[in-house]
């Protein structure tokens, strides 16, 4: 298998298992564990969508030097329809992540991860021992970094919910099949 080839191959893969697994509404009346595990081996191979978008979205070259592979499709593909494929790996990651981490509230927990690690940072670097002290910086550190974050919660949930609604995700998951048999067939 030479260099393009294998191009081919690991890009219409990738985005054909992650189209399957976007389309999971469409296999809740036939088994909701069917739909369930689809829903969490989609969260893998989201996160590798991602990665592989933004490794070729930024021409770093950083999974070809590690696999030796490359993954955008070659220039010689005939299809005018395969230069949006970054467009629709970026779409399915998204979708494929945020799916099962949307009800995660993950601003509070940083939001006290980093008010725990600025209160010890400050106890050990500047030796302050005053627990009021050590708890007002606590609660202002908390409050800041849970209103920065919380925002952008916020707006990852949004764009979850409207990724997650049954039809846009069926669609998004026969777009990205259909890349990928594209992708694959050239």
């Known amino acids: 298998m030479g260099l393009s080839t294998a191009m081919v ?7 054909i298992v992650g189209g ?3 389309a999971a509404p469409l296999f809740k009346r036939v088994s909701k564990g069917l739909e369930k595990l689809l829903v969490i081996v989609g969260l893998a191979v989201g996160v590798a969508v991602i990665i592989v978008t933004i490794d070729l979205a930024l021409g770093l070259g950083i999974l070809s ?5 490359g993954f955008a499709p070659g220039p010689s593909l005939n299809n005018s329809y395969l230069q949006y494929y970054l467009v629709v790996m970026a779409v399915l990651g998204i979708l494929l992540f945020s799916r099962p981490l949307r009800n995660v509230r993950w601003a509070s927990l940083m939001a006290l991860g980093i008010g ?6 400050l106890h050990i670097a500047f030796s302050v021992s005053s627990t009021t ?9 908390i409050l800041i970094v849970y209103t920065l974050l919380r925002f952008v919660e916020d707006i990852l949930e949004f ?3 409207v990724l997650a609604f ?7 998951g026969l777009v ?10 050239s």
């Open 166 to 172: 049954p039809p846009v995700a069926i669609a998004v």
């Open 65 to 69: 030097s590690i696999f030796g592979i």
């Open 9 to 15: 191959v690991s890009t219409a893969i990738l985005l």
């Open 176 to 185: 990205s099949v259909y890349f990928g048999i594209i992708t694959y067939g």
């Open 159 to 161: 764009i979850g919910t």
């Open 20 to 22: 399957v697994c976007a």
């Open 116 to 121: 725990i690690l600025v209160a010890a940072y």
């Open 133 to 141: 002290i050590l708890g007002v910086v606590f609660i202002i550190t």
